[in-house]
C-alpha cells in the first residue's frame, strides 16, 4: 500500500501525536495484562468451528500464535507507525487469505481487542478527560490497523482469484498437450537411445546427450504443468520429514563449486505427508537455491521443530529476489532467470497448501535468498512412520 493512503487514512481517523504519546504512556501499565487479552481473544475466536478448523490446520498452533498475537498488542501501543509497521499490518490480511480465513473473522476478532483495551483504558489512573482521549487513541489505533488489514485482504484475494483462473485455463489445455507431446517426446527418446550407441566419435554422442538432456526437461516441464493443474488425491502416509528432505537434498545434481549443507534435520517431527509430492516440492527448492548460488557459492538445508510444526529453510548464497518481484515469486509462470518456466515455486506452494503447511520467502542479512516451509507435524506419535527411499 502506498504510503499515501496510508496518510489519508491517519487523515480520516484524525490521528494524531497526542494519540501515539497516550498509547505509549498506557502501554506500560497495561504490559502485564495483554497475555490475558490474547487468551480472550483467542477464546472467542476457537469459540467458530470454521475458525477453528482454518487455525489449527493453518499457520501453527494456537500457542505460537497466541505469541504472535502479543508481539501485535505490544507494537500496536508502543509504535512507531513507519513503513515497517504498515508492512507487518498488510501481511496479516494476507495471510488471512492463504489460510482460508474469511473477512468477517478479522472484523469480529478486531472487535474483541477493542473491547479488552477499551476496558483496560477505564482503568487506568489519570483524570477523566484523559482517559477519554485514550480511549479514542484506541480506537483510531485499532481503525487504522483494521483499514490497513482489509485493504491487503482484499488486494491478495483478487490476487488468488487471478491465480485460480490462470490456473483453470491453463488446465483446460494441459491433458491435450501432456498427451500430444508426450507421443513425440517418447519417439525422440527412443530414437536417442539407438543413435547413442551407434554415435562415431565423441563430439557425435555429446550431441545425442543433449538432446537427452532437453527431452529429459521437456518431461519435466509436462509434469509440473500437470502437477499444477491436477487435483488427484495425495497419499498420504506416517514419513519421516528428515527422510523426505535428505531425499530430496541428494536427488539434485550441482556442480562441485557448491557446497550443500545439511543440519538440524533430527530435530523434525514426523509427517502425515505424500511423500513423493513432498519429496518433489522440497527438490524444487534446492534445486532453485543451487542455481541461485552457481557459479561457485553454498546452499544451506536447515531443520527444527517449533509448536509442533516442521520447519524447513533452504539458503542461498546468490543475490535474492528484487523486493520489487517478491510478491510474485509463488505465481503461476512468474520468474526472473533467462530460461526458467515460473512451475516450480507455484508447485511447491500448491503442495505444501495441500499438506496443512505454508512457504514463504525470508531475505537474508546481506545476499542470498530464504525459503521456509512450515509443515503440521503427525497428530498421532504412536503411528509407525512410512518408509521413505532416498
Not at 490497523?145 to 483462473?165: F, K, P, Y
Not at 509448536?307 to 529476489?321: F, H, I, K, L, R
Not at 516450480?344 to 499438506?355: P, T, Y
Amino acid at each position: 500500500m502506498p504510503n499515501s493512503l496510508f496518510d489519508e487514512l491517519r487523515r480520516h481517523v484524525a490521528w494524531s501525536t497526542d494519540d501515539e504519546a497516550l498509547l505509549r504512556r498506557f502501554h506500560p501499565l497495561v504490559q502485564p495484562e495483554l497475555e490475558r487479552v490474547a487468551d480472550a481473544f483467542y477464546g472467542r475466536i476457537l469459540a467458530h468451528d470454521e475458525a477453528r478448523l482454518v487455525l489449527q490446520r493453518g499457520e501453527s498452533s494456537i500457542g505460537r500464535l497466541k505469541v504472535t498475537l502479543r508481539q501485535w498488542l505490544d507494537r500496536l501501543l508502543s509504535g512507531p507507525r513507519d513503513d515497517e509497521y504498515v508492512g507487518t499490518r498488510l501481511l496479516i490480511g494476507r495471510v488471512h487469505v492463504r489460510v482460508g480465513l474469511a473477512q468477517h473473522y478479522m472484523v469480529g476478532a478486531m472487535g474483541v481487542v477493542r473491547e479488552e483495551l477499551d476496558a483496560l483504558a477505564e482503568t487506568v489512573d489519570w483524570p477523566q478527560d484523559e482517559r477519554r482521549a485514550l480511549r479514542r487513541a484506541v480506537c483510531r489505533a485499532l481503525d487504522l490497523d483494521l483499514a490497513l488489514m482489509l485493504e491487503s485482504w482484499r488486494e491478495a484475494l483478487l490476487e488468488q482469484q487471478a491465480r485460480t483462473e490462470r490456473v483453470a485455463a491453463l488446465g483446460q489445455v494441459t491433458g491435450f498437450l501432456a498427451h500430444e507431446l508426450r507421443n513425440p517426446l517418447a519417439a525422440i527418446d527412443a530414437a536417442t537411445w539407438l543413435l547413442r550407441g551407434r554415435a562415431p566419435d565423441e563430439r557425435a554422442r555429446g550431441l545425442v546427450d543433449r538432446i537427452a538432456r532437453q527431452t529429459g526437461l521437456a518431461e519435466q516441464i509436462i509434469s509440473s504443468v500437470l502437477g499444477l493443474v491436477r487435483d488427484a488425491p495425495l497419499r498420504r502416509g506416517r514419513v519421516s520429514a528428515r527422510s523426505v528432505v535428505e531425499a530430496a537434498v541428494g536427488g539434485v545434481v550441482h556442480a562441485d563449486e557448491i557446497a550443500v549443507e545439511m543440519s538440524g534435520l533430527e530435530s523434525l517431527p514426523e509427517l502425515d505427508a505424500d511423500t513423493g509430492q513432498m519429496r518433489l516440492a522440497f527438490a524444487n527448492l534446492v534445486k532453485n537455491a543451487v542455481q541461485a548460488a552457481a557459479p561457485a557459492g553454498s546452499v544451506r538445508v536447515t531443520g527444527a521443530c517449533e509448536d509442533g510444526t516442521a520447519v524447513v529453510a533452504v539458503e542461498d548464497s546468490g543475490p535474492g529476489v528484487d523486493a520489487a518481484f517478491r510478491h510474485r515469486l509463488f505465481e503461476v509462470l512468474a520468474t526472473t532467470r533467462p530460461h526458467g518456466t515460473g512451475l516450480g515455486l507455484a508447485l511447491v506452494r500448491r503442495i505444501v497448501e495441500r499438506h496443512g503447511g505454508t512457504v514463504s520467502y525470508e531475505p537474508r542479512p546481506g545476499a542470498g535468498a530464504r525459503f521456509v516451509v512450515r509443515l503440521p507435524a503427525a497428530s498421532d506419535p504412536q503411528a509407525a512412520p512410512e518408509p521413505s527411499s532416498k
